[in-house]
């Protein structure tokens, strides 16, 4: 018999609970989170044996650092998402009275099967195709009349497994994670299902910013009411202020009768609401503004060219930029360099970078 609440147990959810003590919709997420986990397994083992790439290449030298031949962040997602999936396999095997492995895990693990991702979907490829070759044979008989024949010569296709082709093993993760899958009805009947699904979907969550790269954003400044941050992407043409609270008065309240401002009138007057908005901004002004007040900055070579993507959509190399301060005095263009800072390195004014990288843009151009 199966026990439903009246309300789901999830906080701040106010939906009833279909079955067990979930809604439809945490019930959804959490089958979502399990399903997309053999695809992050497979894509973790790529990004532990450091064979992503998720920045573009930077004008900046090389790292003296050796780093290391894995990724350690990738190791500790893969341990965690491991884990925390095959915990919850166990107490609900525990709760069926399944039998278990000495990890604590169900035994029907072992022989649980996961359907390939569909990055997996070849099991082979053609390495060199077929070849086709026609050329002239020359034969001589014995009186030596010269005979020349064409000969036909045919190469067959090679075939060969591809790598990226090859379905892996699945992880533990994996199995698991379908595993549960296949016995939702039963998770959402646990007594801590709200626990599953909380740490099922924040582990979950935590390895695809493992293995993807968050969206670029840029920094647009402070509000000038209220000083909130403002971020915004690459192409949108207007920022919101992130703070709720800043808006500012549209129209003021009144009277629909007497079209006079005011939240009261007559008892049977119909008084108009007043209006706010959102406090917006053009993000080109707002990246003028930054610019022009950026001009003035002094900057080391590695920051300086780095913020050339932001500030002007260009960029020079660390090495030109340093060649360039040493044509002082002699031909177009300047760069002044500041030497009193502390550490000893130079510091470039970002004004005089932009107008480097402006010159350089265009001279390239014509």
């Not at 945490?26 to 089958?31: D, I, K, M, N, W």
């Not at 009261?264 to 022009?292: D, F, G, K, N, P």
Request: charged share 25%; glycine share 6%; hydrophobic share 40%.
């Amino acid at each position: 018999m199966v026990q439903t609440s009246a309300r789901c147990w999830a906080d701040e959810c106010e939906l009833a609970a279909t079955a067990g003590h979930l809604c439809d919709n945490h019930t959804g997420a959490l089958f979502k989170a399990l399903t997309r986990v053999p695809a992050l397994e497979t894509e973790l083992a790529v990004t532990i044996a450091r064979q992503d790439r998720l920045q573009a290449a930077t004008e900046a030298g090389r790292s003296a650092a050796r780093p290391l031949p894995f990724s350690w962040n990738g190791a500790e997602a893969e341990f965690a998402l491991g884990h925390t999936i095959a915990t919850w396999a166990g107490e609900l095997a525990r709760t069926l009275k399944l039998p278990l492995d000495q990890f604590g895990h169900p035994v029907a693990l072992a022989a649980e099967q996961v359907p390939p991702t569909p990055r997996h979907a070849r099991s082979h490829v053609v390495a060199v195709p077929t070849r086709i070759v026609e050329r002239e044979a020359k034969t001589t008989d014995e009186d030596g009349k010269v005979t020349v024949e064409k000969v036909v010569q045919v190469t067959p296709a090679r075939y060969h497994d591809d790598p990226a082709a090859i379905v892996p093993a699945a992880g533990l993760a994996a199995r698991a994670a379908s595993w549960l899958a296949r016995h939702l009805d039963e998770l959402v009947r646990l007594v801590d299902v709200v626990d599953a699904l909380d740490e099922i979907t924040h582990v979950v969550g935590r390895t695809r910013h493992v293995i993807d790269r968050a969206p670029a954003r840029w920094y647009v400044g402070g509000c000038d009411y209220c000083g909130t941050a403002m971020y915004t992407r690459p192409g949108q043409a207007q920022v919101l202020c992130p703070n709720d609270e800043c808006l500012f008065l549209i129209a003021p309240a009144s009277c629909s009768i007497h079209q006079e401002p005011g939240e009261q009138c007559t008892s049977r007057c119909t008084i108009h609401e007043a209006q706010y908005s959102r406090t917006s901004y053009l993000v080109e002004e707002r990246r003028e503004w930054m610019l022009a007040a950026a001009e003035d900055y002094l900057a080391t070579a590695a920051e300086a060219t780095a913020a050339l993507p932001l500030l002007a959509d260009t960029t020079i190399n660390v090495n030109t930029l340093r060649q360039a301060a040493r044509w002082r005095g002699k031909r177009p263009p300047e760069i002044e360099t500041d030497h009193t800072h502390p550490d000893g390195r130079p510091r470039y004014r970002l004004g005089d970078v932009l107008a480097l990288a402006h010159r350089i843009a265009e001279r390239r151009a014509g």
